[in-house]
């Protein structure tokens, strides 16, 4: 989607550079669901006529940001967009700590083991990493995305570790109905929020996809702030009695450890 604000950190009277924004909603338009779109399809996600996004993707292609298969008429972003994500600081301390202990917990559990961080009123994904044999593979979510904080373990915990003020903003914003049981009401997700926080996890069943559940607990830091959350994914049945989780010790040892590694830098 095309800017249509200047961001308030950003010097006012400074004009929009109207081609760069158009160029950044067609970048903006793939995604892990819709890594190839034709013309058509990009000129209507950035909200373009057909011209102006055919000469846009003609110069991203000559930079070498975007190909263009002639079989298929479709275009798609090139590894050179990979090389910008990992020049991505934004929760490089939290990644950088949890690598060995995410692969080791989806290695034992046969869950998918997901790395979150509150950014903004929304729950971004830092990692995800499958199990080698996993009991299912959850595609819905991938690095890099954001969610609301309304489902989902992971990102229901995070809710659970802010203010009271930040809470209320990001339930300000709108929230994902991506099932029946996805939970909207502002009134119950902060009650939900409250019990979270004492009892420091949460078992998140069928709010993301009917048949499968999550776990998550905050990542804290030595001064017992949370950095972030750790969560677990897979068929509701792999979690057992919803009072007493299974693999709940075992995500808590995982948590513990990466603040362990973050503290020691």
Sequence with gaps: MILEQQPPSLKSGVPLVRALDRGLALLAAFSPEQPALTLTDLARAAQLDKGTARRLLQTLQLAGWVRHDAANQRYALTTRVLTMAAAVETGAALRAASGDALHDLARRTGGTAFLWMAEDGMALCLARVIAPQPNVDAVWFSVGARSPMNCGAGPRVLLAGLSPQDRNRALAMPLSVRTP????????????????????????????????????????????????ALSLSGMTSMFGDPAAPRHLTQLRSTATEISRQIARG
């Design 181 to 228: 049981a996805s939970q909207t009401d502002r009134a119950a997700l902060l009650r939900d929020a409250e019990t979270i926080a004492t009892r420091g996890w949460d078992l998140a069943r069928d709010d993301f996809v009917i048949g499968l559940a999550g776990l998550g607990v905050p990542i804290r830091a030595q001064d017992g702030s949370i950095l972030g």
